[in-house]
């Protein structure tokens, strides 16, 4: 017994320890809930109320493109779509391998979803697969136990009803890529498109509209309780663009298959009616993501369909230049109209010797027997005399080789070449430089939108700027009034002289485009032909008498360009055509001015500005 | 005494048993079972099912239970201790092999229709088994290391098993509770000291073996924000709610938390978070402290009781059941990792309700046996 008194003694003591050390430990629990409860009280109810408000955007509908008369060229189209819920699924990858048994992925879709599943919170659903067929979604609905987490609800994708007619001015959208979401997490909503190029990036935030919020209470699994409130979104503007859908039709329908391109301006006031581009491509396939095989086809095909010609492709500008080059000698004082030069075939500069276009010559030509013609030597000349500097001014002054202020992102500025460049890059600039500036060749470099605005600045002697947008959210912009631009400042009388030589250029006999005369009386255009050199022609190909360049592999053809403005004498439309290879201007591209400047003329003044309303009936019906 | 069937107990008669048993201490457990069903109705939303009415069932089902076993002598408890410490091993390697592992690994078997967790009866055996162990002990046999061997392998064995399940929580508040019967049989300090010096080294080992899931909550648990819509969350979520009760609560059925969802496991693992969003700080306080006197009037048992079984089992419950107390609410609050630990009486469950109602049950027993003579036979020679 005695030892049951010690051990339970010892026990008593220990169990009294126990105890004590059971209510200091729960002492400090309490102390702990004081601090969390009462001391931190108050941040963690403001913690708890956000917890139980759950703020969601919505996506406002993304603002259409229409033409100038209305019609729609960039829109939004209902899609079905199923999109993947991450919270409302314990396996996301069973669910997308059951999905994919009912409609295939690819893996770089599958790769998408993943990646946007892992940057995206829970809740918000991403886009497993859009423009879902009625067959699929029927089928989706079907297996609905076997995918969890997947609904398929209405969402709208881009549409262009042109599709690739004006895939390079309205550009395409694309879905946001991740540094677009870190800027502006409203593109994390299921179906955003974030336009990527031409008028769809140039306009993009008033395109997009702002997003819409919505103040739910949620539980923790994110299903809504109830609406708190709510702030709608603002729809995205509409874009009223200076493009005529039928003319653009026009336009491609005339450049055919060649690799070439058209850009048509009202020259009084620079709006850009038709910008045709060919080869082009379909922007829809942009929306949902593009596969891998069509990037490699596209960056591997020659023809470069994913180049907007029009505005970033550059060119030697050939013969179209020497009205520039005249009216640098004219406005300098230089040059006066009834200057002559004989031309004999050739000019010789030092020991160099420069070939006319026409093997036995010209003759002795004044300035507009120069243009009508398109002598070279007679330019070859008027180069020297003027020098390079007083050109390279004069053509920026008709926006070649400058960043005109257009509102297509991506248009290339091309280039005039200057004696301070040349000395810039460790050269001297040699006389024979200058001659074949003369005759546009050399280092110059100039897109056919400059070409069509060095056309227009030519017709009006004003600063015309071309542009695309005339209507934004339905308000007139500036730019639409021909009283908008400035005067270039340059004399009737020389603007008179090279006018008058493009006339002599299409409607005199002898001139170089005889083929670009207006079939239709009433009106009469002034032009100009351009044939650039691609490759340099050897003196043995030319003096073996035979030389025919139609005859040289497609690559190493001249380009052919036309520049024109009409009516003569009361200048609308300004156009440039531009033919890749097409050897020569007035064979190849004066023709194509020739027809297109007819449908434009034959549009205006009535059909351009209000378009009666059987035409658009008709022309939707045929959509 | 020494041969017969002493379970019939010809002290007292069992008409003088029923009046002996602490009706006080049921009056506690009834008010924990009472403060549970408020809690349980709020957990579904303001109503009784599904989880109030089956809680407060299975509440009436243990307290029966509860006085059968109180009835039961001391003595008989104290031969069946180590035949029902082998069953509860049998079960915890069989439910290894075929048992159902339910949400968090908590593995569990079914046995006519009843669910059990094989580890929560473990503990209530073990207690058993080392009380009968040490009450053969001689305060001299005590201090020789050899006599210690064998109940030390009877807690390692099945913390092992528990380990192995997995279930880190049990299997940590299994270890401390055989350390905490150690203690009280009166083991000397130095011998913890001993046993206690390669933990740290053992925890290494033991966490290089643990699951990821494991290894997350303790991982979390020292650093809950870095993951706060995944492992982090449930911690995060709980002080939220516990927090945004403040001193007095948002009021019954009032939670926004615990009803919007965002507190998960509200009616079990989470239940006191559930009470300190709707009543507060004091709500909390008072909870803790009726949770508090259960333990203390459970260590009151022990001291009152005259044999050192008895002592030792009543002891062992109540420090069992404190160190539920002490690990849930602890956990809730972020102080120690979350580990599936429910709280008894109050938390929805049917097997935690069973195996806590037969614990009460054994302390009870020993309460109403409490001066019975119970020597020490076989200490003897």
Same mark, same amino acid.
């Given at each position: ?76 189209? #209902? ?52 423009? #879902? ?87 923790? #699994? ?16 509409? @874009? ?73 492709? @550059? ?84 926006? #070649? ?103 002599? @250029? ?118 | 005494?020494? !041969? ?23 009056? =506690? ?66 439910? *290894? ?9 908590? %593995? ?31 305060? !001299? ?39 905490? *019967? ?5 083991? %000397? ?35 809950? !924000? ?15 709610? =516990? ?22 496991? %509200? ?28 333990? =203390?009037?459970? *260590? ?32 809730? *609050? ?28 054994? =302390? ?18």
């Amino acid at each position: 017994m005695r030892r049951d008194i010690r051990r339970s003694g010892v026990f008593t003591r220990r169990a009294l320890l126990m105890m004590g050390g059971q209510v200091a430990l729960l002492g400090g629990l309490a102390a702990r809930l004081y601090q969390v409860q009462v001391v931190d009280g108050t941040r963690y109810a403001t913690l708890a109320e956000e917890n139980r408000v759950s703020t969601r955007l919505i996506a406002p509908p993304r603002g259409r493109m229409l033409d100038r008369f209305g019609i729609v060229v960039a829109g939004n189209r #209902l899609n079905w779509r199923a999109l993947l819920v991450a919270e409302q699924t314990s396996d996301t990858t069973t669910t997308l391998d059951n999905f994919s048994r009912i409609v295939p992925l690819a893996d770089y879709e599958r790769a998408r979803i993943e990646r946007e599943l892992h940057r995206h919170r829970s809740f918000i659903p991403t886009v497993v697969r859009e423009f #879902l067929s009625w067959e699929e979604m029927a089928a989706i609905e079907v297996s609905a136990p076997d995918l969890p987490g997947i609904l398929v609800d209405v969402g709208t994708s881009r549409i262009y009803p042109f599709g690739d007619q004006l895939a390079h001015v309205a550009g395409y959208v694309a879905p946001p890529t991740e540094a677009d979401v870190a800027d502006d997490p409203a593109l994390a909503l299921p179906g955003i498109r974030v336009g990527r190029t031409g008028l769809e990036k140039q306009h993009d935030l008033d395109l997009r509209g702002s997003a819409g919020a919505v103040q739910l209470e949620v539980n923790a #699994l994110g299903r809504v309780i109830r609406e708190l409130d709510r702030q709608e979104g603002v729809a995205g503007e509409d @874009v009223g663009l200076t493009i005529d859908v039928a003319l653009q039709q026009t336009v491609l329908g005339r450049l055919g298959d060649e690799c070439a391109s058209c850009v048509v301006l009202d020259c009084r006031n620079g709006e850009v009616l038709a910008m045709g581009t060919n080869p082009s491509f379909d922007p829809a396939l942009f929306n949902a993501g593009v596969a891998q095989a069509q990037w490699t086809e596209w960056a591997q095909d020659k023809r470069t369909p994913l180049l907007n010609r029009a505005a970033a492709g @550059v060119y030697a500008p050939g013969s179209t230049f020497k009205m520039a080059v005249a009216m640098a000698g004219l406005e300098s004082g230089i040059v006066s109209p009834g200057d002559t030069v004989h031309c004999p075939g050739y000019f010789d500069l030092g020991n160099a010797r420069f070939h006319c276009w026409r093997q036995g010559g010209h003759g002795t030509l004044d300035l507009r027997g120069g243009l009508k013609n398109s002598c070279d030597v007679y330019f070859y000349e008027t180069a020297r005399r003027v020098g390079i500097d007083r050109i390279a001014a004069m053509a920026h002054r008709f926006g #070649l080789g400058t960043e005109l202020a257009i509102d297509l992102p991506g248009a290339r500025s091309g280039f005039i070449p200057t004696r301070e460049w040349r000395i810039s890059q460790g050269h001297a600039w040699n006389a024979g430089d200058t001659v074949v500036s003369g005759i546009g060749q050399g280092y110059i470099q100039v897109t056919p939108l400059q070409l069509a605005t060095y056309a227009a600045r030519v017709a009006t002697g004003r600063e015309v700027q071309p542009h695309l947008t005339r209507k934004l959210g339905g308000v007139l912009q500036s730019g639409s009034q021909a009283a908008d631009w400035p005067s270039l400042n340059l004399s009737d009388r020389s603007l008179h002289v090279v006018r008058e030589g493009m006339w002599a @250029v299409v409607n005199e006999p002898g001139g170089t485009a005889p083929s670009a005369k207006l079939t239709d009386q009433r009106w009469q255009m002034a032009g100009k032909t351009g044939s650039s050199q691609v490759r340099r022609v050897s003196r043995e190909q030319r003096e073996g008498g035979h030389f025919d360049s139609s005859k040289l592999p497609w690559e190493f053809r001249p380009h052919a360009l036309f520049v024109a403005y009409a009516p003569y004498d009361d200048p609308h439309y300004a156009l440039s055509v531009v033919v890749e290879h097409g050897n020569a201007g007035a064979a190849a591209a004066a023709p194509i001015a020739r027809d297109i400047m007819t449908a434009a003329l034959q549009r205006d003044p009535a059909g351009r500005d209000a378009l009666p309303g059987a035409q658009v009936a008709e022309r939707e019906a045929t959509r | 005494m020494r !041969e017969g069937r002493i379970w019939r107990d010809t002290s007292l008669g069992i008409g003088a048993k029923v009046w002996q048993v602490n009706w006080l201490y049921v009056v =506690l457990l009834c008010a924990l079972a009472g403060v549970g069903y408020a809690a349980l109705y709020s957990a579904a939303g303001g109503a009784a099912e599904p989880y109030a009415s089956r809680h407060v069932l299975r509440f009436a089902t243990g307290l029966v239970l509860m006085i059968g076993i109180a009835l039961v002598d001391i003595r008989f408890i104290a031969r069946l201790a180590w035949p029902s410490y082998c069953v509860a091993l049998v079960l915890l390697v069989l439910v *290894m092999r075929y048992g159902i592992v339910g949400k968090g690994a908590q %593995r569990w078997i079914e046995l006519g229709g009843l669910q059990i967790q094989p580890s929560e009866l473990m503990k209530i055996t073990l207690v058993l088994a080392l009380a009968s162990w040490f009450h053969r002990a001689s305060w !001299e046999r005590i201090g020789n290391p050899l006599f210690l061997i064998p109940p030390l392998v009877a807690v390692l064995v099945p913390v092992g098993l528990i380990v192995k399940e997995p279930n880190l929580g049990t299997a940590v508040i299994t270890a401390t509770l055989g350390a905490a *019967m150690f203690f009280a049989a009166g083991v %000397r300090w130095w011998k913890f000291l001993l046993v206690a010096l390669p933990v740290p080294f053992a925890a290494q080992i033991v966490y290089g073996h643990l699951h990821d899931y494991q290894r997350a909550r303790i991982d979390t648990f020292l650093q809950p !924000e870095s993951d706060p819509l995944g492992a982090g969350y449930n911690i995060i979520q709980s002080k939220i709610a =516990l927090g945004s009760g403040g001193m007095w609560g948002k009021g019954f059925l009032q939670g926004t938390q615990g009803h919007l969802d965002f507190l998960p496991e %509200r009616q079990t693992d989470f239940i006191f978070t559930m009470i300190g969003e709707e009543f507060g700080f004091v709500g909390c306080v008072a909870v803790m402290a009726l949770l508090g006197l259960i333990v =203390l009037g459970g *260590m009151a048992i022990a001291l009152r009781c005259r044999h050192q079984f008895g002592r030792l089992v009543a002891f062992g419950i109540a420090s069992n059941f404190f160190l539920y107390v002490f690990a849930n609410i602890a956990m809730v *609050m972020g102080v120690i990792p979350v580990g599936g630990v429910p709280l008894p009486l109050l938390s929805h469950g049917g097997s935690a309700m069973i195996t806590a109602m037969i614990g009460f049950g054994l =302390l009870m027993s020993v309460y109403v046996h409490r001066d019975v003579e119970f020597s020490e036979v076989r200490d003897a020679g």
